[in-house]
């Protein structure tokens, strides 16, 4: 999956400029910039949901809704409305294409599965509008995964997620990434020591242009990143292996 | 199984009234004219409007993703209304009913042209709905204004709706749209079950959204033209039918379409039955009946949601 040299805009505000960006399979990339960079928008371009102004998306964006659907799963910002839909409901509800009434025994399996990795089989019955903000959000990463697809977009999977349920959601994440090397996932996240700790691949957004793009460990302690977000303090986790970022000072 | 019964009771419920009451009390009619060409084709015209009422609510409910849409939202009922004003001022000698549908088309074909032109979003479209509906209920009023009283007050009695029809195609004008409509919303539900949780989710799970709402829009137009054009404006069943389905059997429009569909088709018919009962000998309309119940009904339903 991949664009070149994408433009977008809405109206006359121009949001991305000439972009070229490859996503790779078997690697969980992560996307960071800072609110009104372009992410949601080039993420809505790669799902085919945001028609360029110039430019090619290559890969499922260039394919009609119905063959779409078979190769990337797209997981919105702003989640659906709380229905009383039950999570399995919620899950097998377009896990299958959109023109079944009733889900086939394999899609069954995958949306079973998907609630594994996710930990969310005790809660299958329960209303979505029962569940708590991190619950929902993983419910709605299970019915991404129940789309069976190698591909997946996910915008801010963790937004309003305590510590305990944004890592119960990116562990999931990443054990489903690993069950199968064809797969590859973008996701937008702010929170950068979730990056640093599960990203294999960092890409930090900028006023719709690509600042930096590598390793964590190497675009978290670059420069741009300051540029991006302002004065940032960083040091090394005494235990873990990996970069801890902390916000600016004021 | 206690929602479905319920449903199917209220179904049987209002056939057996519908049929059995007359002005005379209660009883098969002995004259099989009054039987064959006044009762059944009513009774099949209070299931067809009911259903198709409900349908077509549940429709833009869904489309709008507004929980207040009904088939009249998009000014489809006033525009009737003017349609059915015109020709009774303007050409006594046509169809009513078939000025009613026209004015509901005329509608619809303004708010899908508003549609593609401006790129409207549904907040936009509904809005769009309301100024069809203000300027369509101006021009009845200026009709009334311009009319002499006899047509006056035959076009207000048209606006209160009514089920009366002679013939028993009268009475398949009301369940030949229903048939296909509702066929055509069976077809697409699981699509709709996607377009409910959003424009972006259902696009991403293989939904062609685009098409898929425009076609909502000229079905919706098409089937409640048709209604209207031979039951008038009925209020509330369209309103309130999806909600009371939607409460009992979820959000999954695979249970609560159909539901939906059996909720309106007894609803109307019950209302219409006691419609003729409550000033016998007189009748009243059903649209009025419909909207006295409905509107403490669904203020009832609101209440128990909380």
């Given at each position: 999956m991949r664009a070149e040299n994408l433009s977008l805009s809405y109206g006359s505000d121009p949001v991305i400029n000439n972009l070229t960006l490859a996503i790779n399979p078997g690697e969980l990339t992560v996307l960071i910039g800072v609110n009104g960079c372009g992410k949601t928008s080039l993420l809505r371009a790669l799902a085919g949901l945001h028609k360029p102004l110039s430019g090619t998306v290559f890969g499922a964006a260039q394919k009609q809704p119905q063959a779409r659907r078979y190769d990337l799963a797209y997981l919105p910002q702003t989640l659906p409305e709380r229905a009383s839909l039950s999570v399995s409901e919620l899950v097998l509800m377009g896990a299958d294409a959109p023109n079944r009434w009733y889900p086939s025994r394999d899609t069954k399996e995958r949306a079973k599965l998907a609630l594994e990795l996710l930990g969310m089989t005790t809660l299958a019955d329960r209303a979505c509008d029962t569940l708590s903000g991190g619950e929902y959000r993983r419910a709605a990463l299970a019915a991404c995964f129940a789309q069976g697809t190698p591909w997946l977009l996910l915008d801010e999977p963790c937004a309003g997620l305590d510590l305990h349920q944004s890592a119960v959601l990116m562990n999931g994440l990443s054990r489903w990434l690993k069950n199968d090397s064809k797969r590859g996932a973008l996701v937008v996240l702010h929170d950068l020591n979730l990056c640093a700790q599960w990203a294999d691949r960092c890409v930090l957004l900028n006023n719709g242009q690509i600042e930096a793009d590598g390793d964590p460990e190497t675009v978290l302690s670059s420069t741009a990143l300051e540029d991006a977000y302002g004065q940032l303090q960083r040091f090394r986790h005494p235990q873990r292996d990996h970069l801890v970022v902390l916000g600016p000072q004021q | 199984m206690k929602g479905i019964s319920g449903i199917i009771g209220l179904i049987i419920l209002g056939s057996v009234a519908q049929l059995w009451i007359g002005p005379n009390g209660f009883g098969w009619p002995a004259d099989s004219f009054i039987a064959w060409q006044l009762r059944v084709p009513r009774l099949l015209l209070a299931l067809g409007a009911g259903a198709g009422l409900a349908g077509c609510g549940l429709l833009l409910q869904v489309l709008?993703?507004?929980?207040?849409?009904?088939?009249?939202?998009?000014?489809v009922g006033s525009a009737s209304a003017l349609g059915a004003s015109v020709v009774m001022v303007a050409i006594p000698s046509a169809s009513i009913g078939f000025g009613a549908w026209v004015g509901a088309l005329l509608a619809t074909a303004l708010v899908l042209l508003l549609r593609r032109r401006a790129g409207l979003d549904n907040e936009a479209l509904v809005l769009c709905g309301i100024a069809i509906a203000l300027c369509a209920s101006a021009g009845v009023l200026l009709l009334h204004y311009l009319a002499d009283r006899a047509t006056s007050s035959a076009m207000l009695r048209w606006t209160m709706g009514g089920l009366s029809s002679v013939g028993i195609w009268d009475g398949l004008t009301g369940v030949i749209p229903t048939v296909i409509g509702s066929l055509w919303l069976l077809w697409i539900l699981p699509q709709l079950n996607l377009l409910q949780l959003g424009e972006d989710w259902a696009q991403s799970r293989g939904v062609a959204v685009e098409p898929l709402k425009a076609s909502i829009l000229v079905v919706v137009a098409l089937w409640t033209g048709t209604l209207v054009a031979q039951?008038?404006?009925?209020?509330?069943i369209g309103l309130i039918a999806p909600h009371m389905a939607r409460r009992q059997f979820g959000y999954d429009l695979r249970r609560c379409a159909p539901a939906t569909l059996g909720l309106g088709a007894g609803l109307l018919t019950c209302c219409d039955a006691l419609a003729r009962v409550v000033m016998a000998p007189a009748e009243l309309p059903v649209g009025v009946l419909t909207a006295l119940l409905g509107g403490p009904a669904f203020v009832a339903l609101l209440l128990a949601k909380r």
């Open positions: - | 709008l993703r507004n929980p207040l849409a009904s088939p009249y939202t998009l000014g039951a008038g404006p009925i209020s509330f």
